[in-house]
């Protein structure tokens, strides 16, 4: 049997209290089952570092955060709405847009500082530039900032 759906997503999973979901694969529910979408990354080699660009469509540049520990730089993107089940007009028919959180880590080395990644958010992409080094232990964990 045919279902209609929205963005692939079936229209009646919603208006069901029945966990439909549970019992086949779980979604995430920020993203649904496009989740495997998100955070896709390109890299690219130039000849003194390392570029780095990752989608994130429909994250402000407060909620990314990127941070380097141990060697692995961490992208990080959080997403929260509000819950209430009333808008100013009226009550909500369907409710597509989820809060979550998801984050991907990259090895770049010990050798690198937070200080010498830079980082710039335009247009729902956040751009990496990490310089290449010569391996040396350094060892902190700091916040690397966002420019755009």
């Given at each position: 049997?045919?279902?209609?759906?929205?963005?692939?997503?079936?229209?009646?999973?919603?208006?069901?209290?029945?966990?439909?979901?549970?019992?086949?694969?779980?979604?995430?529910?920020?993203?649904?089952?496009?989740?495997?979408?998100?955070?896709?990354?390109?890299?690219?080699?130039?000849?003194?570092?390392?570029?780095?660009?990752?989608?994130?469509?429909?994250?402000?540049?407060?909620?990314?955060?990127?941070?380097?520990?141990?060697?692995?730089?961490?992208?990080?993107?959080?997403?929260?709405?509000?819950?209430?089940?009333?808008d100013k007009k009226g009550n909500y028919i369907?409710?597509?847009?989820?809060?979550?959180?998801?984050?991907?880590?990259?090895?770049?080395?010990?050798?690198?500082?937070?200080?010498?990644?830079?980082?710039?958010?335009?247009?729902?992409?956040?751009?990496?530039?990490?310089?290449?080094?010569?391996?040396?232990?350094?060892?902190?964990?700091?916040?690397?900032?966002?420019?755009?």
């Amino acid at each position: 049997m045919l279902m209609p759906s929205v963005f692939g997503e079936n229209l009646f999973d919603d208006f069901m209290d029945f966990p439909f979901d549970s019992f086949w694969n779980r979604k995430n529910p920020l993203y649904g089952k496009h989740a495997k979408n998100m955070m896709k990354t390109d890299v690219r080699e130039t000849d003194d570092s390392y570029e780095l660009d990752i989608d994130l469509p429909g994250f402000k540049k407060d909620e990314i955060t990127a941070k380097l520990e141990d060697g692995y730089l961490t992208v990080s993107a959080s997403k929260g709405l509000d819950k209430d089940k009333q808008d100013k007009k009226g009550n909500y028919i369907r409710r597509e847009r989820y809060a979550g959180a998801m984050s991907r880590s990259f090895y770049i080395g010990d050798s690198i500082t937070q200080d010498e990644i830079k980082a710039k958010f335009e247009n729902g992409i956040l751009q990496l530039s990490i310089p290449k080094k010569d391996a040396k232990t350094v060892e902190q964990q700091k916040h690397i900032s966002i420019e755009g």
